[in-house]
């Protein structure tokens, strides 16, 4: 269940910064120079509005999906290819179970400045309260608070993070955690369906996972035209499942070199491909469901499918007059798994686009930086071509 002995994540961590709640409590108009994002990342006017192109990004039935229904895996196939993000509804995560999760969020961001600082990040750790990827006192700040933990398997938590001034904490987090575990495994099963492999093929390859969250705190800011709630960044895992705020929106996505709004639907699912799955599987020719995949074993490589499923930059806006709550939810690969491509998948028509890295010297060169869209990625494994 954890230990107070726990030494730390070994992920990597992160400098600390004032609470943006708190900023904002103490004087809603005040906006320090270090929030305020250059020109070229600032939201603009567009980019603050739901616009028609949010409609399309996909919504799959899940519990069609988790039945085989061929129409769905078909739009699973097809979501993963062309936008990398998907919402799901009829997911089976009973209401109850999301409602007292965003309800124990809220709950500890209610909590006054002394009582969060129990759980800030210690110097050795990325876990806890505070702010993610801040590298260096120079860079420009999110205009977010966060709390992260690393929830599954239980016996590598670290209990000192976990909020129990908040009697209903832990529980919630125990029921969200095992409801969003199996949703996040029968994606990637489903996923493996469509390579021509049984269910369990991509687990195998991939080992046990760990699972971590994310919850965030957006406070409302007075020029939302100027700050990022979160920079545009990719996920260093095999897919990420996300809670919106119902309400308010927020996410956007990288589609087509346009920023695209998700807009909230109650009680769905945002799922994201992660880096993971872009350097994971190549295919070898075989026909799944009338869909022309190549499948070549399950192994560590290039791109899912030569580049058909890839992980998309997102980043969220703020609120001028509300404040605003979501909760990611990660799944990881085991530490020590090596990522990128073997020599038996590669040859001329499939050129090796990657290196090899362990996963955890990934995971934290990821964590260990800001938020540079999917730089990290192209700078730790992407194999620079002789032209360029």
Not at 56 to 77: H, M, S, V, W
Not at 245 to 271: M, T, Y
Request: net charge negative; glycine share 6%.
């Amino acid at each position: 269940m954890g230990s107070e002995e726990y030494k730390g994540s070994d992920w990597g961590k992160s400098l600390p910064v004032p609470s943006v709640q708190e900023l904002v409590r103490n004087d809603p108009r005040l906006l320090p120079q270090r929030y305020i994002q250059l020109h070229t990342d600032r939201p603009v006017a567009p980019d603050m509005a739901m616009t028609p192109s949010s409609s399309d990004i996909p919504i799959l039935d899940f519990a069609l999906l988790a039945k085989g229904d061929q129409d769905e895996t078909r739009k699973l196939d097809l979501a993963c290819k062309e936008w990398g993000f998907f919402q799901i509804i009829n997911h089976g995560v009973p209401e109850e179970v999301l409602l007292k999760m965003k309800a124990a969020i809220a709950e500890f961001f209610e909590l006054p400045l002394e009582e969060k600082n129990k759980y800030v990040q210690a110097g050795n750790d990325f876990q806890g309260y505070g702010q993610g990827y801040v590298a260096s006192e120079e860079q420009k700040l999110d205009w977010c608070d966060v709390l992260f933990l690393i929830t599954l398997p239980h016996e590598i938590r670290n209990l000192k993070y976990w909020a129990d001034t908040i009697p209903s904490f832990k529980d919630a987090i125990e029921r969200y955690s095992k409801e969003a575990q199996k949703v996040a495994e029968e994606i990637c099963a489903n996923i493996s369906l469509l390579m021509g492999m049984d269910k369990d093929g991509l687990q195998r390859s991939y080992g046990n996972t760990k699972q971590a969250m994310r919850m965030n705190y957006y406070p409302p800011c007075s020029r939302p035209d100027l700050v990022l709630g979160i920079n545009r960044h990719s996920d260093p895992d095999i897919i990420t499942l996300l809670l919106q705020d119902d309400e308010i929106p927020g996410l956007q996505i990288k589609h087509k070199d346009e920023w695209i709004p998700v807009k909230p639907i109650r009680n769905a699912i945002v799922v994201n491909v992660g880096d993971v799955m872009e350097v994971l599987v190549q295919f070898n020719s075989i026909d799944v469901l009338g869909l022309n995949l190549v499948y070549h074993s399950v192994l560590f490589v290039q791109i899912l499918s030569n580049g058909m499923y890839k992980s998309i930059e997102h980043r969220a806006i703020t609120d001028e007059s509300k404040a605003r709550l979501s909760l990611a939810t990660f799944m990881f690969p085991y530490d020590e798994l090596e990522i990128g491509p073997m020599e038996c998948a590669v040859d001329d028509h499939r050129p090796r686009m990657y290196g090899n890295m362990k996963y955890l010297d990934y995971l934290r060169y990821t964590l260990g930086r800001k938020m540079e869209g999917k730089a990290h990625l192209d700078n730790t494994l992407k194999i620079k071509s002789s032209s360029s």
